[in-house]
């Protein structure tokens, strides 16, 4: 009896600290089978299928270490199926018996002792003895009730290695997929800086998107941009998604023609995309001067116009998504469509927008996107695409990835003072970041770089730029960690502003409403997390307030720093 304890003792500590379950199978394979006097012994796993059961580990003349066996045939078959350990004593009586391995192998197998591996429910495989030395030559049930709970230990160990093997799995392909997603991020285009005729979002529905859109100047002064969908999800529509993205970047750069562009994307892309993938997009070009946009559309959701009367056009595809075929397509390219803006906007969106849910359930629709543009007429382009994207209702897992993207010709008369529109300045422009994130700590990283960045190009006082930029960060965190409760896909605004009086920072999100007299820093010797953030933002900043909200819910702290008298 002491020697059967320490024998599961030992092997319980082998199995606790193994790093290598193979090796460690094989030795208490190995011990298990001398202890309880066998010539032979296997260890069977069964397969995913779990219809084959395939030797992993073998003691004894025969090396049978690989053979593969149905689960329901023979003996061990037997012990796998009924989850229950058994003893032959003559194997030739018994019907289960296949005496084809002895056939194989030359061994002669009179009796079997063998018992399953099984955690709970959930079946493994089984271990299975054959032939005991001296005595009578037979195994009794002493021998089968220690190696009944010795596959227990065995079973346990081999399932806490697979689990461990798929988190460790799961955390490898984890780190890949940020780092897929990190390299798309670095595709879609920097946040512009000022006021600026274009603007977009993505919002992936996995950790990585086929979604993508990219705008740019040319030399000329004009603009390109488009907006693009790879058919299918996950990490295939990932790849093929960055090779678009790349080569619409580079080549637009040189081919100006957006139906000759989508042209030379449709020949690269059949050319070498997985079978069955395509990819739907609206490629153009936009001239600030002249407010006309020229596009092609290949396959995608119609790009929508609206008029300064509040009116809507559409321009369907007249030629099929990237990616299908090369002979269909013109030899002069995709079609184009003329669009004058003349003060008006142009959106293009994907069907993960016009297809997401509303609070009700029902999808949002093309009209539904009209309805919330025009309730938003009034506001930023960035804030009626977002008030777009807030309409849907993200409570759950994404169904498909929502992307957006907006050109205002109004945009002009802002930066530039002409037009006399509503959106003429009637004072000189301030210098403004305006930024928006979903409220996600990983994204962090990009509001500090673009504050940075804006913060450098003004010529701001560059003792204080690090603590500017910490202390929005620093505010951003609080907004997730206690105003949405962890990351989340609400929005965060972020709104920087050079004024005469100093910097003024506004930060904008949409979370419950917080009572600003319950916010007190905590004393500097009080030393655990969280708090002191609150401390560093006033001993930094000039004045730190909450303004009035805009609506029944969200908050917009409001931070200064004054600017420092020479």
């Not at 153009?284 to 290949?298: E, F, H, L």
């Not at 930023?380 to 994207?389: E, I």
């Not at 003429?424 to 403004?432: D, G, K, N, Q, T």
């Amino acid at each position: 009896m002491a020697e059967s304890l320490e024998l599961l003792a030992d092997m319980g500590r082998d199995f606790a600290r193994s790093l290598d379950i193979e090796v460690t199978l094989q030795s208490a394979l190995t011990r298990i089978t001398e202890y309880l006097g066998a010539e032979g012994g296997a260890l069977f796993l069964l397969e995913d299928d779990e219809t084959t059961l395939n030797c992993q580990c073998c003691v004894g003349a025969a090396n049978i270490t690989g053979l593969t066996l149905r689960s329901d045939h023979g003996i061990i078959g037997r012990c796998v199926q009924n989850n229950a350990g058994d003893i032959v004593r003559d194997v030739a009586s018994d019907p289960s018996f296949d005496g084809s391995v002895d056939t194989k192998t030359g061994f002669t197998t009179r009796s079997i002792l063998c018992a399953p591996l099984s955690v709970k429910a959930e079946r493994i495989g089984a271990i299975e003895l054959i032939n005991k030395h001296g005595g009578d030559g037979l195994f009794d049930d002493s021998d089968l009730t220690l190696l009944q709970v010795l596959c227990s230990s065995a079973a346990l160990a081999i399932l806490n290695a697979r689990m461990a093997s798929e988190l460790v799995e799961q955390e490898k392909t984890k780190r890949e997929l940020e780092l897929a997603a990190e390299i798309q991020r670095s595709l879609l285009p920097a946040e512009p800086i000022g006021p600026y005729p274009i603007w977009g979002l993505n919002i992936p529905a996995r950790t990585v998107s086929g979604d993508f859109y990219d705008f740019f100047e040319l030399d000329d002064g004009r603009i390109s941009f488009c907006l693009g969908d790879v058919s299918g999800k996950g990490i295939n529509a990932a790849m093929l998604m960055a090779k678009t993205a790349s080569l619409y970047h580079c080549l637009g750069k040189t081919e100006t023609r957006p139906g000759k562009l989508l042209a030379r994307l449709n020949e690269e892309i059949c050319d070498t995309a997985t079978r069955g993938m395509f990819v739907t997009l609206v490629g153009g070009i936009y001239d600030p001067k002249s407010m006309t946009a020229r596009i092609a559309n290949a396959g995608h959701e119609p790009p929508l116009k609206r008029t300064p009367e509040g009116l809507y056009e559409s321009f369907e595809a007249e030629a099929p998504p990237l990616g299908i075929a090369v002979a269909i397509i013109p030899e002069d390219g995709y079609p184009e469509f003329d669009i004058r803006l003349d003060g008006g906007a142009l959106y293009l969106f994907s069907d993960g927008v016009t297809e997401g849910k509303l609070a009700n359930g029902k999808m949002l629709g093309a009209d539904g996107v009209c309805k919330i543009l025009d309730e938003n007429s009034d506001m930023s382009l960035a804030k009626r695409l977002r008030s777009v994207v807030a309409g849907l209702d993200r409570g759950g897992d994404l169904h498909d990835d929502i992307t957006i993207l907006g050109i205002d010709s109004r945009t002009e008369e802002l930066s530039t003072g002409q037009g006399g529109g509503k959106y003429a300045p009637a004072a000189p422009i301030v210098p403004r970041l305006e930024y928006a994130i979903p409220a996600r700590a990983a994204r962090l990283r990009d509001v500090r770089h673009a504050v940075r960045r804006f913060l450098e190009d003004l010529g701001y006082d560059g003792t204080h730029v690090p603590d500017i930029v910490l202390i929005i960060d620093e505010a951003c965190q609080n907004i997730i960690r206690h105003g949405y409760g962890g990351d989340s896909d609400q929005w965060i605004e972020i709104e920087v502003a050079l004024e005469d009086f100093g910097l003024v920072i506004l930060l904008r999100d949409f979370a419950d409403p917080v009572d600003a007299a319950e916010i007190e820093p905590r004393d500097l010797d009080d030393v655990r997390p969280g708090g002191l953030g609150v401390h560093f933002m006033r001993e930094i900043m000039d004045e730190i307030s909450y303004l009035p909200r805009e609506g029944d819910y969200g908050n917009i702290l409001r931070m200064v720093k004054r600017a420092t008298e020479n």
